[in-house]
């Protein structure tokens, strides 16, 4: 062989990868710019990835005091300080001095997206837990954080554990003298799943469940009705849309359950419904999709 001829060296598996990486950029680079689903779903991603951090950042400071409801006010501040600012959502309310009282009382809440949890940390009471389904626990530090502060875990999947967390709940109510948030309609609304493609007619609202107000009459106290207006405009699974956007957060007048039963809690649970669709309706710019 020639002396003077080149060698050829061949490539090195990280040749090859890096190679597969950069070819993998460049094409999700292409994606980003020309698909709406791949903006949405990124940047939806990158939003529901602020929680687990905020939850990490969280828990040392809850450490100093495990369990209390207080502890909320960590998250919530953290969620004040960055996930607002950095996806351009802006938020107000009227009624919040329905929600500053020292008294407790269960707060019941429309869900359309996790896009709620912007409104919910920036106008977030004093003394109030929040009433989750049991799997949240298992979410990494957001579960963590969520034990340490005093969540309230149902298992829906269970009649009988259900109706023990929520005869805790009362106690936690009386003894502590404690709020509780609860969202109704158990899921979120805006999720695809329940969002049809094609939708006759509009449901503003799912179905609630009586959890809560079964809850709020067994404790004998009010329910504060608390009402997000429409994020359509801005957020859609169905049009996967994210952009920036704002909405309105509107706190509803104490409905007392004094002299209630639990056999007027059906037709109440319908009542307050009602009054919270006909308040979405009002503050919402309820305009369908193009």
Partial sequence: MDSDSE???PSSPMDFVGTVLITGA?????LLLTSRTVRFRTKYYLYNLCYPAIGLVSIPFMLLKPGDVDNVRWPALFTRLTVK???GIKVSATGLEHLKSD???IAVCNHQSTIDHIAMMEFWPNRCSIMMKNSVK???PMGIAAMLSGIIFVCRTNREKAKEALENTVKVIKEKN?????FPEGTRKLSKKNRPAEEKKPEYFLPFKKGAFNLAVQAQVPIVPVVFSCQESFFSFRHKRFTSGAYKMTVLKPVPTVGMTLDDVPDFT??????MIKTFIETSALSRDN
């Fill in 7 to 9: 060698s050829i060296t």
């Fill in 26 to 30: 460049l094409l999700y680079l292409v």
């Fill in 85 to 87: 600012h950095l996806f």
């Fill in 103 to 105: 008294k407790p009382y």
């Fill in 138 to 140: 298992y979410l990494g």
């Fill in 178 to 182: 404690a709020k509780v948030w609860v």
């Fill in 270 to 275: 319908e009542k307050i419904r009602d009054m």
